[in-house]
């Protein structure tokens, strides 16, 4: 059970392997790597800079994994989200979350993801050859959030 | 009062501390102040624009009520993962 937001990289194959390691019931795992595109809204990407709020983020990424404990019987979840400057082909977030079976581990990761993304407080700036700008929300996202409640 | 992202670089400041008239005690009465002060506040605080706000940290409305020493931030809609 985690939440972490940090600067460096993570190695997702370790942070599988302690999870797998620490409980001997568990009998899948299923993993989400999110990573820097190099083209978005069809401008090509050269960095991409995110920006959090320190505090409200760890206790908006908790409640989330706390909601997803209480939907599905789920032994163990784990966020990383990096802040700072990225490069396309940098990891940005990974959620990993492990159960006795494949059913519950899939849509309880793909339930955190969908709220992580409108609900944790972190915002990305492109910078692209017109310059820099801020992402906008995205409303695929809501609706995405929106098929959980 | 804390600001992020697109307001943190509108309003040209990160952070302030702020001694509000008796009469405001609510995010909306504190919005409305804000928007007072004219351009880029008014501008960037204007309804129907996307701004979320924040007290200590949860996700408030218009009728959250606010008290001395509250951690109030201002921002626009996420965008990580």
């Not at chain 1, 959030?145 to 409640?149: G, K, T, V, Y």
């Given at each position: 059970?985690?939440?972490?937001?940090?600067t460096?990289?993570?190695?997702?194959?370790?942070?599988?392997?302690?999870?797998?390691?620490?409980?001997?019931?568990?009998?899948?795992?299923?993993?989400?790597?999110?990573?820097?595109?190099?083209?978005?809204?069809?401008?090509?990407?050269?960095?991409?800079?995110?920006?959090?709020?320190?505090?409200?983020?760890?206790?908006?990424?908790?409640?989330?994994?706390?909601?997803?404990?209480?939907?599905?019987?789920?032994?163990d979840?784990?966020?990383?989200?990096?802040?700072?400057?990225?490069?396309?082909?940098?990891?940005?977030?990974?959620?990993?979350?492990?159960?006795?079976?494949?059913?519950?581990?899939?849509?309880?990761?793909?339930?955190?993801?969908?709220?992580?993304?409108?609900?944790?407080?972190?915002?990305?700036?492109?910078?692209?050859?017109?310059?820099?700008?801020?992402?906008?929300?995205?409303?695929?996202d809501?609706a995405a959030?929106?098929?959980?409640? | 009062?804390?600001?992020?992202?697109?307001?943190?670089?509108?309003?040209?400041?990160?952070?302030?501390?702020?001694?509000?008239?008796?009469?405001?005690?609510?995010?909306?009465?504190l919005?409305?102040?804000?928007?007072?002060?004219?351009?880029?506040?008014?501008?960037?605080?204007?309804?129907?624009?996307?701004?979320?706000?924040?007290?200590?940290?949860?996700?408030?409305?218009?009728?959250?009520?606010?008290?001395?020493?509250?951690?109030?931030?201002?921002?626009?809609?996420?965008?990580?993962?």
């Open positions: 059970m985690g939440v972490r937001v940090q460096v990289d993570f190695d997702p194959g370790v942070e599988m392997a302690a999870m797998r390691l620490g409980n001997p019931k568990i009998g899948a795992i299923a993993s989400f790597v999110g990573i820097v595109r190099e083209l978005n809204e069809g401008s090509h990407v050269a960095e991409l800079t995110l920006e959090h709020y320190p505090g409200m983020t760890e206790k908006a990424l908790e409640k989330i994994v706390a909601d997803a404990r209480a939907r599905w019987d789920i032994y979840a784990l966020v990383v989200h990096r802040v700072g400057t990225l490069k396309p082909t940098d990891q940005i977030v990974l959620v990993v979350v492990a159960s006795a079976h494949r059913g519950e581990a899939f849509q309880a990761c793909e339930f955190l993801m969908d709220y992580l993304k409108t609900r944790a407080p972190f915002w990305k700036k492109e910078k692209t050859p017109d310059g820099t700008r801020w992402v906008d929300a995205c409303t695929a809501d959030a929106e098929r959980w409640s | 009062m804390l600001y992020f992202a697109r307001l943190r670089e509108a309003f040209g400041r990160e952070r302030e501390r702020v001694e509000l008239p008796g009469e405001i005690r609510d995010v909306a009465g919005t409305a102040w804000l928007r007072g002060r004219g351009d880029p506040w008014a501008r960037e605080l204007a309804s129907g624009k996307p701004v979320r706000i924040a007290v200590n940290q949860d996700m408030a409305g218009g009728a959250t009520p606010l008290a001395d020493g509250d951690e109030v931030a201002f921002f626009p809609p996420v965008t990580g993962g």
